[in-house]
């Protein structure tokens, strides 16, 4: 039979799609140089020489079959070994080997995560804005996904609505920082605070609650802002990480869990995500992808472009009138719209060529989502478009 | 809570990784070179050299964005038009992108196949000897796994128990040919038949019985032996194929759904599968790898030396008295154990440094699997240890 979860889920419409769609149009029209295509956050800078040299020489090894053969389950040893110690070294949390999996990405990392630590029934909550995707992430494994009502002031944590939602029932907090929508980072008294809920909550309810953190933007951090590490605060933590955006590479598909070495069932965890690969076709990120990341573990793409698209765009939003809450780090950034319904706003935004993408699937309806990671040179054309949008609801 | 079915999964203790631990210690005891390991089927032969001057040219590409950026969820469309376009001149199959959806490997292949074609409590049903990895990709959809019992005549298919065991509950048929474990290739006339039957089946049941076809073997056919293309003769057959045995890069986790163009949900089933990856964390295999086969792929790796391995074990093994059919492709060969308990005649096989898989995981208790992917001259160092392991059982 034709499985009916998922037709239906084909029929649902897509703002996003049909912004995509009419910028493709229009960019045919006037020359794509002209569509101020903020919709996407798809990481335009070079990936690191450093990078792409380790992966022409282990293309040419004289051992191809070393370099292209099966990957353990859980990935390559050596791999997890690299980054276990990265992270210790970064963050001084004494990670081993055994408490590294590697994933495809952060998608893959949250898939194997919420599965390993939920049971059909169980609750877990996240925060508005959050990035849409951790719907089916989380339904699909039989869990139900509760998004707790965003601090709109700074984009941190609605404490008093988190408390009431927390129950027995939950077995999971989902939490993305430096986050996808809004930019903002997790401040540590934030971090602190959440994690004391949860650790008195646990001791409440007589069970762990594990904060999956969602960390693919945590290389992009403005200056002056302080990213706590999260796993650092509750020991029942699961880090969920991709090279996607810190190494500007989102079509390869690599990233890692990281189960804090002070969570009780750490080690199991892990060995569990070999076994929730099984069901699901996962099998390990591919190989050369894998033996070429770990050799520039601590390196980073030069992503300095990121912080001075939002300078550009937050200093030239905010004088034009508008409300945005300054980003801490990420390449988006997430101001109010100029009208309570953020689509028609987006709409509306399309005749001045500027493709924003509208809130409402963010769980934080009358707000907008600028995806900054464009040329500078294109953010300051676009400059014009934005205020000549202010204009018109003046 | 930690999720008992995986945790569970943990516990049951693994034949094949007692006897590759054995094989581990042997090893550092004798030197890898005296034992000789059938144990596992990883490809042997190294990448075409067309392959990785691809893979190094794309890696050194002025606009690295566009190799490492994100794939569209159903793959790179220039991927999926040259797969079609190859599909379509090899086997006279009017595939076009619209029918291929790009997979992390025959395992993301299936994982996703079955959860378009299944909704849980249906019943797929497979032949044995099987490949044991069935087990989790069908139960963990929610689906049941049947397992038709072997004709262990030729390892074709056991008509009369299929009919049997073919119901209403009956919605997909998952077959592999060339077969692991028992290297056979099903013959026009099986699968001819088998067709015929879904086909009478549909009718009566009013509903379609999908052919999901695992094709990881597809171009290790050996001489002399006639390979049918198995969804020209079903329409509602589901390819599932994986470059890692033909490039010989299992490691990579590429491969593709190709649905055939005459079955009628066929466009729906691809764009479904963009759906089932948002839930299990898929989101599309590497990039790169994705760009780099398809302009190979039409070619493989010199897949010969499988073929000069078999003979000589096939010739050697009948020699000695062993009952075998001989294989018309892959890298196995499925003999007769000497003893009716396959894991203690395995077991005693250690004594003579040979490492082979009992049959019972197979679903065909008896047998044994050699997985000759190995160097031909170790394959003939091992005839003599073959030789005195027949001879311990005269």
Redesign the interface.
Same mark, same amino acid.
């Given at each position: 039979?034709?499985?009916?979860e998922?037709?239906q889920?084909?029929g649902q419409k897509s703002v996003i799609r049909e912004i995509a769609e009419y910028g493709a149009v229009r960019a045919k029209e006037i020359g794509s140089e002209n569509v101020f295509d903020y919709s996407l956050g798809?990481? &335009?800078?070079?990936?690191p020489q450093a990078f %792409?040299d380790k992966?022409?020489e282990l293309? =040419?090894s004289p051992n191809?079959?070393a370099?292209? @053969?099966? &990957?353990p389950s859980l990935g390559i040893d050596s791999v997890r070994e690299k980054i276990a110690a990265s992270l210790e070294r970064r963050f001084g949390i004494a990670y081993r080997r055994e408490h590294i999996f590697m %994933? %495809?990405?952060a998608?893959?990392?949250?898939? !194997?995560a919420l $599965?390993?630590?939920?049971?059909p029934g *169980?609750e877990v909550l996240t925060f508005a804005p959050y990035f849409p +995707?951790y719907v089916?992430?989380v339904?699909?494994?039989g869990a139900v996904l509760r998004v707790v009502p965003a601090d709109t002031e700074n984009f941190q944590i609605n404490f008093s609505e988190f408390k009431k939602m927390l129950t027995a029932k939950t &077995?999971a907090v989902l939490i993305n920082t430096p986050n996808n929508p809004s930019g903002a980072v997790y401040s540590e008294d934030t971090i602190r605070k959440l994690a004391e809920i949860l650790q008195e909550k646990e001791r409440e309810f007589g !069970?762990?609650i594990y904060l999956i953190s969602d960390e693919p933007y945590r290389e992009i951090v403005f200056q002056g802002v302080n990213a706590p590490y999260v796993a650092k605060y509750h020991p029942n933590s699961i880090t969920c990480y991709s090279f996607s955006k810190s190494l &500007?590479?989102? @079509? +390869? $598909?690599?990233g890692y869990i990281a189960v804090n070495p002070a969570c009780p *069932?750490a080690e199991? /965890?892990v060995?569990?995500c070999g =076994? /929730?690969s $099984? @069901? /699901? @076709?996962?099998?390990?990120?591919?190989? /050369?992808?894998q033996l070429a990341v770990a050799e520039v573990v601590d390196m980073t793409a030069d992503l300095s472009v990121y912080e001075t698209n939002m300078n550009i765009l937050y200093d030239a939003l905010t004088d034009m009138g508008f409300s945005v809450v300054k980003p801490g780090g990420t390449f988006y950034m997430f101001p109010k719209a100029l009208e309570k319904d953020a689509v028609a706003f987006c709409k509306k935004a399309l005749d001045y060529d500027l493709l924003l993408v509208p809130s409402d699937t963010f769980g934080c309806p009358g707000y907008f989502r600028i995806a900054y990671c464009i040329p500078t040179e294109k953010v300051q054309r676009s400059l014009e478009a934005f205020r000549k949008l202010a204009d018109a609801y003046k």
């Open positions: 039979m034709i499985a009916g998922y037709k889920m084909l798809n990481p &335009s800078v070079p990936v %792409t992966l022409v293309a =040419q191809p079959a370099v292209h @053969g099966y &990957s %994933t %495809t990405g998608a893959g990392a949250i898939a !194997h $599965r390993a630590v939920t049971v *169980d +995707e089916p992430y339904n699909k494994t &077995s !069970h762990e &500007s590479l989102p @079509g +390869e $598909r690599i *069932d199991l /965890i060995n569990m =076994q /929730i $099984r @069901g /699901i @076709g996962h099998n390990c990120p591919p190989s /050369i992808i």
